[in-house]
């Protein structure tokens, strides 16, 4: 599965929210203006029908109670009549209204129309004026509930896209945490345990393939690192470290299952005197030398590693003491034949070895037996195997030949 790019993933996000908030803002503004439209249709059409409706109906009621039949001046009615014709009006069905208003003013003319007839007449105004009006009355009252429920509408709609968008914002958080900020974290967790000496440490490859790359990149460099402080960069070796670690882990198999390993302890024979004739550069060489002849001449199962200056030493596993001196006389004729190159002169080793747990049962006590067989190979003239089946019976091996 290919890894999206944070450049890639962020865009995505962005672009993302723009749009929904860009989709939410005009949903918002479109629903805001149709209710602003509806709502100023209300107001100022039917509101003002409905004012204008009750203002001809008092006009009529005022107009009628003080005129007289024949009495009333040319234009007089106008004050009323002209109330139909007011803008609000216009979408309303006047034309019964219109009837009646022309039947009063021709029952005002008439000079043989009684009271009654006039009261009649104008009570037809009135009449027909507030059936109008109740008309209004209830078309408003019909559509404010419809306005109201537009209006809990889109307070819900827009709480719901807020929630949306909140729950959004929570998915692109965690996402961004477990793809971004996270494996970020751990690998900066798994840098300060490399730099306070855990070199087990690595960190996840995880996250977006960017943050990935760089943890395969860390884990790569922590492997090399843990590689170059286990190794002698001058014989390649695995150096002191990774020599007592692995020869800790070996005594923990051991006492798991009981078996017995050797230790093989090795000092270049008068290095310093090598050193002090052909000088460092050459003793560089030699212990160059030395390293791969020790790592030709024993098995693979077995662990050499380059102890410090011109020391030595071999972890043997699963041997008894005839084969542990066995290895040990092989890696001493192997360091022995290395040809003497021309600025230098050949090399021999004195050897001590030592086998768990019949030497010692630990690496402090396993180490002091193979130390003091090799000073006692160096007492003894140096180029030897000092061994023994237990420590107050050493076995003696040199050029090919052994004594107790």
Do not use: C
């Not at 990935?212 to 390649?236: C, I, Q, S, V, W």
């Amino acid at each position: 599965m290919q890894r999206p790019r944070l450049r890639s993933r962020v865009l995505l996000l962005t672009t993302a929210f723009s749009i929904a908030l860009f989709a939410v803002a005009f949903g918002m503004s479109w629903r805001e203006r149709a209710a602003q439209e509806r709502w100023s249709r209300l107001v100022g059409v039917e509101m003002g029908a409905i004012a204008d409706l009750d203002e001809l109906v008092r006009a009529q009621n005022a107009f009628h109670a003080r005129v007289k039949i024949g009495q009333a001046a040319p234009g007089a009615y106008r004050i009323v009549s002209q109330w139909l014709q007011r803008p609000s009006l216009a979408t309303a069905d006047l034309a019964p209204l219109r009837s009646r208003v022309k039947a009063y003013a021709a029952t005002l003319t008439d000079s043989t129309a009684t009271p009654e007839e006039l009261e009649g007449a104008s009570l037809l105004v009135v009449q027909s004026a507030q059936r109008i009006l109740n008309e209004r009355k209830r078309e408003v009252a019909a559509q404010l509930p419809e306005l109201q429920r537009d209006a809990r509408d889109t307070m819900s709609a827009g709480l719901a896209i807020v929630w949306i968008l909140v729950i959004s914002s929570f998915a692109a958080v965690q996402i961004t945490l477990r793809s971004v900020v996270r494996p970020i974290e751990e690998l900066s967790v798994a840098a300060e345990r490399i730099a306070s000496g855990d070199l087990n440490a690595r960190a996840p490859v995880a996250g977006d393939r960017e943050i990935a790359k760089l943890g395969g990149a860390f884990n790569r460099m922590a492997d090399e690192l843990k590689a170059r402080a286990r190794t002698d960069e001058l014989t390649n070796l695995p150096n002191f470290r990774a020599f007592r670690e692995r020869i800790d882990g070996e005594i923990d198999r051991a006492d798991r299952y009981p078996e017995t390993f050797g230790v093989l302890v090795l000092d270049l024979d008068r290095f310093k005197k090598y050193n002090d004739s052909f000088g460092h550069l050459a003793g560089n060489d030699a212990l160059r030398r030395v390293a791969q002849s020790i790592r030709d001449s024993v098995r693979a199962v077995d662990f050499p590693a380059r102890y410090g200056g011109e020391e030595f030493a071999v972890i043997v596993p699963q041997v008894d003491v005839e084969a542990l001196l066995t290895i040990a006389e092989r890696v001493r004729e192997g360091i022995e034949a290395i040809p003497a190159p021309p600025d230098g002169s050949s090399i021999t080793v004195s050897i001590g070895a030592a086998l768990f747990p019949a030497d010692g049962k630990s690496v402090d006590a396993l180490f002091q037996v193979a130390d003091e067989r090799l000073y006692a190979a160096k007492k003894g003239g140096r180029n030897r195997v000092v061994g023994g089946v237990s420590p107050a019976v050493p076995a003696v091996r040199s050029g090919g030949r052994s004594s107790a």
